[in-house]
């Protein structure tokens, strides 16, 4: 059974950055796909970026391209996302989702393990 804790999540001012950070546990880390969703209250989850097995390739939603970086470290079983130019409507509660196989990386349910979540909040 893989498990996914994140950190990283707090509060920032628009226009500024963070850092999340998902390691995972009971799994061979380099066979995993990996994810970050975001949600809001009220809303479906939401795909933001995912990365293939050796980190290759890398795939963002349209609202993530050019300020945020999906990146994973198969060597510390630790996956990242690097948050730039970060706006109030970035504000969520962000998830890592993990997966071995899969068609569809940018729907929830193609993904069979996840995190608990961290909150990012960006103040105006």
């Known amino acids: 059974q893989v498990q996914l804790v994140e950190s990283g999540g707090g509060l920032v001012q628009a226009g500024g950055s963070l850092r999340l950070s998902c390691t995972a546990s009971?799994?061979?880390?380099?066979?995993?796909?990996l994810a970050w969703f975001r949600q809001t209250s009220g809303k479906e989850r939401e795909f933001v970026a995912s990365?293939?097995?050796?980190?290759?390739?890398?795939y963002y939603a349209d609202s993530a391209k050019g300020r945020f970086a999906i990146s994973r470290d198969n060597a510390k079983n630790t996956v990242y996302l690097q948050m730039n130019s970060l706006k109030p409507e970035d504000r969520a509660v962000y998830y890592c989702?993990?997966?071995?196989?899969?068609?569809?990386?940018?729907?929830?349910?193609?993904?069979?393990?996840w995190g608990q979540g961290t909150q990012v909040t960006v103040s105006s």
């Open positions: 989702a993990a997966r071995f196989l899969g068609s569809d990386r940018s729907n929830p349910s193609s993904y069979g393990f």
């Open positions: 990365i293939n097995l050796s980190g290759s390739r890398t």
């Open positions: 009971g799994g061979t880390f380099s066979t995993l796909s």
